[in-house]
């Protein structure tokens, strides 16, 4: 088993280095640029050769600066016990984090979208997150609709608050920031209210 350069010698320096490097990353995502370790590397005042210690490549690099967000859960505590009052707050929330992250979130949709040739294309930023809240908001919903029924109805609803549809929305339908976010928790209302129908 080989042991990662990180996990040795002096850890605390190397992850102060390791850290300048996500945030220089995620600097330039911001500014809508695509950061390579080499660019990365210049931005942080590191060596290339020290860069590349830690991120071998650019994909590596990527899936590190995704916006950290940690939360398990969406849902405030007490959660409402309404499905379409769980999906709003939950829409609500996605949409705020989506409009927050703008910048970082088009740059990565972009890059992930890029061929990668003959390669399989992998989707480092769509871990399924969004997912997993949606289908917590439905949790309510277990007894009246059956297991692939919610999954699909959770699916739509992530179609139609993300990323993918802000940029639509501001982009083609020329909405502003807060009617896209608006738009994408009534449809996702509407989603709900169209499958308890």
């Known amino acids: 088993m080989s042991i990662s350069y990180e996990s040795t010698g002096r850890t605390s320096q190397k992850a102060r280095t390791r850290a300048a490097l996500v945030e220089a990353a995620r600097a330039l995502l911001s500014a809508g640029q695509t950061p390579t370790v080499e660019r990365v590397a210049e931005a942080a005042s590191i060596s290339r050769t020290t860069a590349y210690r830690y991120f ?6 990527l899936v590190a600066t995704f916006p950290e967000i940690d939360a398990t859960s969406l849902l405030p505590d007490p959660a409402p016990e309404d499905p379409l009052d769980r999906i709003d707050v939950v829409a609500q929330a996605l949409a705020k984090q989506i409009v927050e992250h703008e910048a970082v979130l088009r740059t ?4 992930s979208l890029e061929s990668d040739g003959d390669q399989p294309r992998e989707l480092p930023f769509r871990t399924g997150r969004a997912i997993g809240w949606i289908e917590e908001a439905l949790a309510p919903l277990e007894a009246r609709m059956s297991r692939p029924q919610l999954r699909r109805l959770a ?35 509407a989603l709900v209210r169209s499958a308890l129908a």
């Open 108 to 111: 990565q949709l972009r890059i």
């Open 56 to 61: 071998p490549n650019q994909r590596a690099l």
């Open 155 to 189: 699916l739509s609803i992530r179609c139609a608050v993300g990323i993918e549809a802000l940029v639509w929305l501001t982009d083609i339908a020329g909405l502003s920031r807060k009617e896209a976010t608006e738009t994408m928790r009534w449809s996702a209302h």
